[in-house]
């Protein structure tokens, strides 16, 4: 647990192959308009980027950071620690003709980095936090790099969606990982939520939980305060098979009963402006 991020580091290395053949990204080289399909889900409740200075965390492939520079921000940067995404990153953003500045370190060292004050906007997206053991120390982080005024957009995976037990033979959803944060669980996954033949050649990772509760109290507690929460009953990949259906923009749901289980959820919130 320890070395949390070297086990997952390597893991996310070994994912970008196959991701660059998975994700959908002739679409955002063949339409100067195109969005991913999670920006594309937020836009709505993001509002207008004219003129900020945007940063993704945990950024991957790019393809959310591409789309958040077509909105119009002033200036976007991208964070991850993987090196080989990062350059999968670079390559997208050229090919689809927009400036982004990447930079390489681990989420907690993003301050060291990038600066402080220097943000109108942090974004952080789908599958991002379960990688962080400390939901706490991410939001001072978060609340670090925002300039006065400046606001706060995650769209992450539901902490109940994280806890389930999956696969199962007999379709009950069974809550089995912690909901609460924990010093992590370890798991053992050859492949990853693209369809690829080769397993992965790193499949381990450790992985960290972070009840609702943790989480916006984290984001207060850094001087932060929450503008919305939305739960939804959707979430932008498959993550329990058959159970679930394409309710279209590459959004699921359960086929039965959706009504039981959050998904997904939407945080906004915002620094005080000066004065």
Known sequence: MSDYVSVNRANWNSRV?????????????????????????DTARLGSLEN???VHLQCHLGSDTVSLARLGARSVTGLDFSAPALEAAATLAAECGVTIRFVEAELYDALEVLGRDQFDLVYTGIGALCWLPDVARWARVVA?????GGRLFI???HPVLWS???PREDDLLVIKYPYFETPGVSFYETSTYVAHDE???SPATVQFNHGL???????MNAGLAIASFEEHDT???NPLGDAMYDVGGNEFRLREGAERLPLTYTLRAAKAPKG
């Open 17 to 41: 192959a196959h991701h660059v053949k998975g994700y959908d990204l002739d679409h955002l080289r063949g339409d100067p308009g195109a969005l991913s399909d999670v920006v594309r889900f």
């Open 52 to 54: 900020l200075d945007v």
């Open 144 to 148: 670090g790099l925002l300039r006065p």
């Open 155 to 157: 769209r992450e995976g």
């Open 164 to 166: 389930l037990d999956y």
């Open 199 to 201: 397993p992965l050649s």
């Open 213 to 219: 509760g943790e989480i916006m109290s984290a984001v």
């Open 235 to 237: 979430v932008p990949w």
